[in-house]
């Protein structure tokens, strides 16, 4: 009895690790597109405020008659305006949740134990977000600290949860690959802290908020590219193809290699005890010199063919 439930435990143990190992690959994909969706906002916003800025501003010192005879250009500015602004923000707060529910449930497993905190960092930096939305500027660059601040606690507990990995398991290659652009990430965080100082810059300041605006970019996109590279990192490390197995497949594979009885030997009469057999085939005497044929009667004189008297 004590060997069948030793059979189950080594049983859910490879389970558990199959399955982790699927739900981390998933996981970093979900990071993979998340971080793509960021990518295009980032793009989008850039193009909005550097080159349709003062396409927008010039707009508002139309007269009523010059906007009526420029109508068709202006719907198409505020139709790109409101297509990427709308399906750049839905897009990636979609990327966004699913990232989180695929962060969810990487953290449940159980090479994930340290990425339990990283979601519940997410979980705050979401409802930061959401806050800071109905805030005025004051209040909200208070929130944009405690985020800003969340978001470094997050790269930090990433760092902590590759270097829980087992050593036995994870190439150190791909581990330290993993830090590297883990810290890249850290990195684009910290140059992103330009936001903060964009919100803090007075409106006359136009140089300052520029600065900030500048900074807030490049950061993002430091941090687009520390995430791409975390997220292909992790997706090599843990092979999408490791899905967990059936149960039949895992008892077949528990069972260790088939032994197959070895079929039992015949034991053969010795030769010298088998019956043996004379065949009688005619010899030379027995054939006629002159034709070849074959002579029936060993004792007559003359070949039965061609009628020659045989030596």
Known sequence: MSNINNIGNIYNEEQMDNRSIYDLSIYGRAMKFYAIGKLIWTVFSFILVFVLQSSIFGLLELTESEMMENAGSIMLLFLFVLVGGAGGGIFIIVRYIIYVLKLNKASNSSLGVALRTIFYIEIAVFAGYIISAF?????????????????????????????????????????????????????????????????????????????????????????????????????????????????????????????????????????SNMPSTTINSPGINNICPYCGSPIIDAGSKFCAVCGKKRD
């Open 135 to 271: 805030l005025t500027i004051p209040e909200a660059i208070y929130v944009d600290l405690i985020i800003f601040s969340l978001l470094i606690a997050s790269t930090i507990y990433l760092g902590k949860w590759v270097n829980s990995l087992p050593h036995d398991r994870i190439d150190e290659n791909k581990k330290s690959q993993m830090i590297f652009w883990i810290r890249f990430m850290g990195f684009g965080l910290i140059v992103k802290f330009g936001e903060i100082v964009r919100l803090f810059a007075s409106t006359s300041l136009d140089s300052l908020d520029s600065a900030g605006i500048i900074l807030t970019d490049i950061g993002d996109i430091l941090l687009i590219i520390g995430m791409l590279k975390t997220a292909n990192a992790i997706m090599a490390t843990f092979n999408r193809s490791a899905a967990p197995q059936s149960q039949y497949s895992m008892d077949m594979r528990n069972r260790g290699p088939v032994q197959r009885p070895h079929p039992e030997k015949v034991q053969y009469p010795p030769r």
